[in-house]
């Protein structure tokens, strides 16, 4: 098995992994989207409302801001306290303000200053004049199994695009390279060429327009990824956590076999 780098920027990560099965492919990119735990709100508790707002929809409002915190926390379901109040497994942000102001995530003061929302700019809600908003929002570790403000990225993968051109087929390809969406085709000294086959999205509208010279076809064996990170853990971190996800599983479930004998 082998990975090689493509792109990264941006919070996005493209990467080629060659030699394995779309099972395993498929196990990366589902233990991104739902096996890594990461930090999100997921309880308001409010002292003062007068926002047009309701408490209902600011709860969605914080926990759908990616938090990005330090490594060390405990799930709830782990930790001594039993509540998911403890510094433990939990942080709070508490606000105070009142109108006329944008609240904004850089208002909310964190219990761990290492636990900062990703966006600070991000609005909350708008205050008028002589309104008040007095709330802490709790957030937790959780999966995004449970709810997608877990998720720490969206990962998609697609297979290696392999395009076969019959370059007797034809002798002019005007309409062949008219049909690309993604602009790849192009006649290099008098041949039909794909200038960047890891762009192509496999739709085929080529072989469509020139059944009798493209056919393009996915290679089952290697797989090019797309992770795109939410900010709570960078694009990197989120391969390498599900990586240790996966190994950890494999360890317990090896462990129980030995226990068989
Ligand atoms: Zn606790």
């Known amino acids: 098995m082998e990975g090689e780098l493509i792109e990264l920027k941006d919070g996005v990560l493209r990467f080629l992994l060659s030699g394995t099965t779309p099972e395993f492919a498929n196990s990366i990119r589902r233990t991104i989207l739902q096996g890594i735990p990461i930090m999100a709100v997921n309880e308001i508790e409010v002292t003062a409302n007068d926002a047009v707002v309701s408490d209902e929809i600011l709860a969605h409002r914080l926990g759908q801001l990616p938090i990005r915190t330090s490594d060390g926390y405990l799930l709830p379901s782990e930790c001594d306290c039993r509540e998911g109040r403890c510094s433990n497994c939990s942080v709070t942000f508490d606000v105070s303000e009142e109108g006329p102001k944008v609240v904004r995530a850089k208002d909310l003061k964190s219990s761990d200053p290492e636990a900062i929302f990703v966006q600070e700019e991000a609005p909350i809600v708008r205050l008028e004049e002589g309104q008040k908003i007095e709330l802490t929002a709790i957030a937790r570790l959780g999966f995004g199994k449970e709810h997608a403000n877990w998720q720490p990225a969206i990962a998609s993968y697609k297979y290696m695009p392999v395009i076969n ?63 795109e990170s939410t900010g709570s853990l960078t694009p990197e971190e989120a391969v390498n956590k599900a990586l240790e996800v996966m190994r950890k599983k494999c360890k317990d479930f090896s462990e129980q076999i030995e226990r068989f004998e």
């Open 165 to 227: 051109i019959d370059q007797e087929a034809r002798d002019d390809w005007t309409k062949c390279i008219d049909a690309c969406p993604e602009d790849i085709l192009k006649v290099e000294n008098g041949k039909l060429e794909a200038i960047d086959v890891k762009e192509c999205t496999l739709c085929e509208a080529c072989t469509e327009a020139c059944p009798d010279a493209i056919e393009v076809k996915g290679d089952s064996t290697k797989f090019i990824f797309r992770i």
